[in-house]
């Protein structure tokens, strides 16, 4: 029997190398890492997904995104027809976005986001992983963040906030930690809770996601 492709998208920033701690069956999954690319001026959300889609070399994969990777891979989903998407600590659309996501929409605010602070590895990885990160972890994060221009940090800020998707695509297999300061869990439906899992479970629950993935992937039970 040949092996189910599964494509990894990190969240806002991030590396792959956010999922070195995740590990499949490797008798029955074979894992694929994608990455950010600075976006085109002017790229939409869609364009740009079709452009992260071109790289996926197998037919029907599975698409796991994390954050706004989750978000990404919703968006990928037209030019791939994966066999399943799973997104990890994201939305499913933009009723589930906290308020201060729609009050930056509507003021357009987070045009006000200075990114060139970003270059600031303590600034990222606050807006990046919730205000919660203590210092000694900053080392630890700081390799987990790789993407610091600021064309793409001001066009992936501005791809979330605006995000004009209002349908839930049922189809989608959402996993949260209850614990999501990010997107917190009282505005989101339907997903797989993870007890204590905070907005950085990618890293922090893997044991979980180890154990839970494979089950979910084949067959959508936790």
Do not use: C
């Amino acid at each position: 029997m040949s092996k189910i492709p599964v494509y990894f998208m990190p969240g806002m920033a991030a590396s792959p190398t956010i999922f070195e701690r995740i590990q499949l069956p490797e008798s029955t999954f074979e894992m694929h890492l994608l990455e950010w690319e600075i976006p085109s001026p002017g790229e939409t959300l869609s364009q740009y997904a079709q452009r992260i889609a071109a790289k996926i070399e197998h037919p029907n994969p599975i698409l796991v995104g994390v954050s706004f990777g989750g978000i990404l891979v919703q968006e990928m989903k037209p030019f791939v027809a994966p066999q399943k998407v799973i997104i990890i600590s994201s939305v499913k659309s933009n009723t589930e976005f906290p308020s201060r996501f729609k009050i930056a929409k509507t003021t357009k605010a987070y045009k006000l986001i200075p990114t060139r602070l970003f270059e600031n590895v303590e600034t990222l990885v606050k807006f990046s992983f919730g205000s919660s990160i203590v210092k000694q972890r900053l080392v630890l994060y700081e390799k987990f963040l790789a993407v610091r221009n600021k064309q793409y940090l001001d066009w992936a800020i501005e791809q979330i906030i605006n995000w004009e998707r209002k349908a839930i695509d049922p189809e989608i297999i959402h996993i949260h930690g209850d614990a999501d300061e990010v997107f917190p869990p009282q505005y989101i439906k339907n997903f797989i809770p993870v007890k204590g899992g905070t907005h950085i479970m990618i890293l922090s629950k893997y044991k979980w996601l180890n154990e839970n993935l494979p089950k979910i992937m084949l067959d959508n039970k936790a």
